[in-house]
């Protein structure tokens, strides 16, 4: 079975190098690979509004983005990459007690979408590109409020049973957006399977309201919250690259 694998994949191997070689492409590559990048998004109101519910403010300084994609340069298309990628960050807020309860908070961002770009050859190794990613995600506002002598899991059920209340709370708060990322890009091609690439971009994100964890739509929410912001990457990339 693995010697078959071994075999089809070689098969594969040898299919595409023919066709990026053909005279009729004047340029052809497929790979993926990881990224980390940076984002700041602006998250002011957010941090106003939880500074109310006496949770520390989140940093402003940005994130750390993971995630990964996988491109193509389009055959006969002279230029065109094509690809589809996926990022994502958490920031947590420092936890401080007040009185005997514990409170924190998290923001969560996750996304994923098509990306189309242009590629100009600068030279042999290095290529500069400029396109967009256009996608859909998440924007989570996570809140947690805890009680020291919670986690008795007969008293977890006897609060549901008995109709009682908790000074134990956590909530959900999540937007559902659609983005544009407009990016600039430079490609250093290190070896003929490596594939490095730096990208920076803004996001402009349009959401289509708020909801918790149970599906509630959310009313009264400020109208500036969104995952807008700047966003650098660096990504590593595997694959075959005929120049």
């Not at 990881?34 to 002011?44: K, L, Q």
């Amino acid at each position: 079975m693995n010697k078959s694998k071994i075999v089809i994949t070689f098969l594969i191997w040898i299919l595409l190098s023919q066709i990026a070689n053909a005279q009729f492409v004047s340029r052809f590559s497929i790979f993926g690979g990881f990224t980390a990048g940076w984002y700041i998004p602006d998250i002011s109101t957010i941090n106003t509004e939880l500074n109310k519910a006496g949770i520390p403010s989140l940093n402003t300084d940005g994130a750390v983005t993971l995630g990964g994609h996988g491109y193509l340069d389009v055959p006969k298309v002279t230029g065109l990459r094509l690809g589809y990628m996926g990022t994502g960050f958490t920031l947590n807020s420092n936890q401080v007690s007040s009185g005997n309860l514990k409170k924190k908070a998290s923001l969560v961002y996750r996304m994923g979408g098509l990306s189309a770009e242009y590629v100009s050859l600068l030279g042999k190794y290095f290529d500069f590109t400029f396109g967009s990613n256009f996608g859909m995600g998440s924007y989570t506002v996570k809140l947690f409020q805890i009680d020291p002598n919670y986690g008795n899991w007969n008293t977890v059920f006897g609060e549901i049973g008995s109709n009682g209340s908790s000074q134990t709370i956590s909530r959900n708060l999540r937007q559902t957006f659609y983005t544009i990322q407009p990016k600039v890009g430079i490609g250093f091609q290190a070896k003929s399977f490596l594939y490095f690439k730096f990208n920076t971009g803004y996001s402009f994100t349009f959401d289509s309201g708020w909801e918790d964890e149970n599906g509630i739509e959310l009313t009264n929410v400020p109208g500036n919250i969104k995952a807008n912001g700047f966003f650098t990457d660096l990504s590593v990339n595997l694959g075959l690259f005929f120049r």
